[in-house]
């Protein structure tokens, strides 16, 4: 493999680089058990441009419908969720 082939991101790369991006906090990156909620990391508003940010960086439609506060209270759920959305 050549030296500058880039590496390809995993899909929990790909979604905690949107989460912190959407939540203004590297803390997602290096804690996937944070309660995103409870630390107010994430509230309605981030929570609707997260899933307006994934939907862009993935292609799939999520429906604020799907989303269980529950399955996306850590890093970790939201990781779990987008890899099952996607397939990964």
Request: charged letters at 30%; proline letters at 6%; zero cysteines.
């Amino acid at each position: 493999m050549p030296a500058n082939t880039a590496r390809r991101m995993t899909t929990a790369e790909r979604v905690i680089d949107v989460l912190a991006d959407v939540a203004e906090d590297n803390v997602v990156r290096t804690d996937p058990d944070i309660p995103l909620f409870e630390q107010d990391v994430l509230d309605s508003l981030r929570t609707v441009d997260l899933i307006l940010a994934l939907t862009r960086e993935f292609g799939v439609d999520i429906s604020p419908a799907e989303l269980d506060r529950s399955l996306w209270a850590t890093p970790k759920h939201i990781v779990a969720f987008m890899e099952a959305k996607v397939g990964a």
